[in-house]
């Protein structure tokens, strides 16, 4: 019936799938690993070339870090599942810049008794740019 529909010849209707089926599938295979890790309390799920932002931390810009709390670990084909770490994987990240937040105005009032209060924070923070998620 597709081939009615499609007006194709017997033999080109019952052939292997294509060449865009194969490269869409090769290229699922080859997709690089992610993790999911936790640093400062937080969890991230991390690939190569994604850029986080996450609490300050104590190393220079351009230092490399080693994020060792790797909670899962898959591919496109397999999956790793930590409990609670998946001890064979680790995550390589740069630390790129380190600044700051947005101001956060914090106003404190009390009516009818001339009692008001404004601070304001500025949280102080690191980008990461992973550069690798792998096994041993």
Same mark, same amino acid.
């Given at each position: ?16 799938p ?10 699922? !295979? ?71 937040? !947005? ?21 102080d ?6 550069? !690798?998620?792998?096994?041993?």
């Amino acid at each position: 019936m597709l081939r009615a529909l499609l007006r194709l010849p017997a033999a080109v209707a019952a052939a292997a799938p294509t060449a865009a089926v194969r490269a869409a599938a090769t290229q699922a !295979e080859q997709r690089p690993m992610f993790a999911v890790v936790q640093l400062s309390g937080k969890q991230f799920k991390v690939q190569p070339d994604d850029v986080i932002v996450t609490n300050r931390l104590l190393c220079d810009v351009g230092e490399q870090v080693r994020l060792n709390k790797v909670l899962l670990a898959a591919t496109a084909s397999e999956t790793h599942i930590g409990t609670p770490l998946v001890p064979s994987a680790y995550v390589t990240a740069t630390a790129i810049e380190h600044t700051k937040t !947005e101001k956060v105005q914090v106003f404190k009032k009390k009516r009818r008794k001339g009692y008001a209060v404004r601070q304001g924070h500025r949280q102080d923070i690191t980008l990461l740019r992973i550069n !690798e998620v792998a096994m041993h």
